[in-house]
């Protein structure tokens, strides 16, 4: 398995790229995914990612609980980190088990999580 790799499920492009762009410059291999069903393509055809991170509300009524669920549904079990700029997501994830990140995060709240996630800390 790859240390670093993180697949990020972002439907807002300028969140995508500038967390793609941040994680890279600290030395994460990041794959993108805009949605839902490119978020679970991707992680079934990349089994070795190393963390998920994904926006609580993808659009069009998508949520990344239901990317969540149908991930471990499918047996993946890497660490995931759930990112939302409302703070009712929360609970969604202390339900799921899963990392909180509310939005906006900085850069350094962004790879603390990030490296504690896939260092198996969270």
Not at 2 to 23: H, I, M, P, Q, S
Not at 44 to 58: E, K, N, T
Not at 61 to 76: A, E, F, V
């Amino acid at each position: 398995m790859l240390a670093n790799r993180v697949l990020l499920v972002e439907d807002d492009a300028d969140t995508r790229e500038l967390t793609a762009l941040l994680l890279d410059h600290a030395g994460y291999e990041v794959i993108v995914a805009a949605d839902l069903a490119s978020g679970i393509a991707i992680s079934r055809q990349q089994p070795d990612i190393s963390v998920l991170m994904a926006d609580m509300y993808l659009g069009r009524g998508q949520t990344g609980t239901s990317l969540i669920r149908t991930l471990r549904d499918d047996g993946l079990r890497m660490p995931i980190v759930l990112t939302s700029a409302n703070s009712e997501a929360f609970a969604e994830a202390r339900e799921l088990n899963v990392t909180f990140l509310p939005k906006p995060y900085g850069r350094q709240t962004l790879l603390s999580v990030v490296a504690k996630a896939s260092a198996g800390e969270l």
